[in-house]
Structure formats: structure tokens, C-alpha cells
């Protein structure tokens, strides 16, 4: 009995720490996204790291869908969180894409050690769009991205 409880903790553990890992793409009906063109980069060396991407959202339903407000949320471990509100009309068409290009200014939390590159803590985003459909009806969709600290060569 004691090595299948030590198995199920184990076996919990496993599943746990597999969540933390990068999340690049989802679902939060009736929007499908993705984070497409990851990359890590700076203009010389006395320039910040950017980390760069494009969020794709894909619609779902028959009608189209009008995002009026977008509150991104980023958390970089080491150095605190940063939010902003953003007013606008991201409009997703019937069955088809928006592609939106996002980036954000990497930082260290010290200057001890080896901090760039791909040693840089990458920010966790949370990114929530509110809108309506062609019909009235209230849309919310909420993205939770977990960027690779190593992204693929473009």
C-alpha cells in the first residue's frame, strides 16, 4: 500500500510540473490561439532583451467577433508584474484569424551571475480580450501564455 501511495504522489508530481512548461497555443471558446514567430532578441549589447512574438486568434463560431478592450497581464519571475488596459476594436471575422504582434522588455532582478539570453527569466502573460458578437451577445476570452525561455530559430 505504501509504494502505491509513493507511486500516485510521484505520479502527481509529474503531471503537475508537465503544466509549468511552455503553453504556446489553447482554447477559451469560442477562440482558438496561438503563439506563433517566438523570438528572443536585442539590437546590441547595451540594448534590453525583447521578447517577440505574434498572437494568432482564431474564431470558432459563424458570427464575427469585436474585441473593444484587451487587459494584458505580464508576470516576469525575479521582477514583479506589470499591467495595462488597452481601448481599441480587434474585430476576429467568422471562421478566420486576427494576428496580433506582441513583445515585452526582458529584465533581470540582479546583476549578479549570468542574466541574458536564454538565461532570462521569460514572462508569464495572462491577456484577457472583452467584446461582442455580431449578435450583441458579451464575449470574454482569456489566454494564458507560457513562453519558452529558449525559442526556436525562426
Given at each position: 500500500m505504501r509504494r502505491l501511495s509513493a507511486a500516485v504522489v510521484v505520479l502527481i508530481a509529474i503531471q503537475g510540473c508537465a503544466t509549468l512548461g511552455p503553453q504556446t497555443s489553447g482554447v477559451d471558446e469560442p477562440i482558438e490561439w496561438r503563439a506563433l514567430d517566438l523570438k528572443l532578441d536585442r539590437k546590441d549589447q547595451s540594448s534590453p532583451w525583447?521578447?517577440?512574438?505574434?498572437?494568432?486568434?482564431?474564431?470558432?463560431?459563424?458570427?464575427?467577433?469585436?474585441?473593444?478592450?484587451?487587459?494584458?497581464?505580464?508576470?516576469?519571475?525575479?521582477?514583479?508584474?506589470?499591467?495595462?488596459?488597452?481601448?481599441?476594436?480587434?474585430?476576429?471575422?467568422?471562421?478566420?484569424?486576427?494576428?496580433?504582434?506582441?513583445?515585452?522588455?526582458?529584465?533581470?532582478?540582479?546583476?549578479?551571475?549570468?542574466?541574458?539570453g536564454t538565461h532570462m527569466p521569460i514572462p508569464l502573460w495572462k491577456i484577457t480580450f472583452t467584446g461582442t458578437d455580431d449578435s450583441g451577445q458579451s464575449v470574454r476570452v482569456v489566454i494564458d501564455l507560457r513562453l519558452p525561455a529558449d525559442p526556436p530559430s525562426s
Amino acid at each position: 500500500m505504501r509504494r502505491l501511495s509513493a507511486a500516485v504522489v510521484v505520479l502527481i508530481a509529474i503531471q503537475g510540473c508537465a503544466t509549468l512548461g511552455p503553453q504556446t497555443s489553447g482554447v477559451d471558446e469560442p477562440i482558438e490561439w496561438r503563439a506563433l514567430d517566438l523570438k528572443l532578441d536585442r539590437k546590441d549589447q547595451s540594448s534590453p532583451w525583447v521578447y517577440s512574438f505574434t498572437l494568432e486568434l482564431r474564431n470558432t463560431l459563424t458570427r464575427r467577433i469585436t474585441f473593444t478592450e484587451m487587459e494584458r497581464k505580464l508576470y516576469q519571475p525575479g521582477t514583479g508584474s506589470n499591467v495595462a488596459t488597452f481601448k481599441g476594436q480587434w474585430v476576429v471575422p467568422a471562421g478566420l484569424t486576427l494576428r496580433l504582434p506582441m513583445s515585452s522588455s526582458l529584465r533581470c532582478a540582479s546583476l549578479a551571475g549570468n542574466c541574458s539570453g536564454t538565461h532570462m527569466p521569460i514572462p508569464l502573460w495572462k491577456i484577457t480580450f472583452t467584446g461582442t458578437d455580431d449578435s450583441g451577445q458579451s464575449v470574454r476570452v482569456v489566454i494564458d501564455l507560457r513562453l519558452p525561455a529558449d525559442p526556436p530559430s525562426s
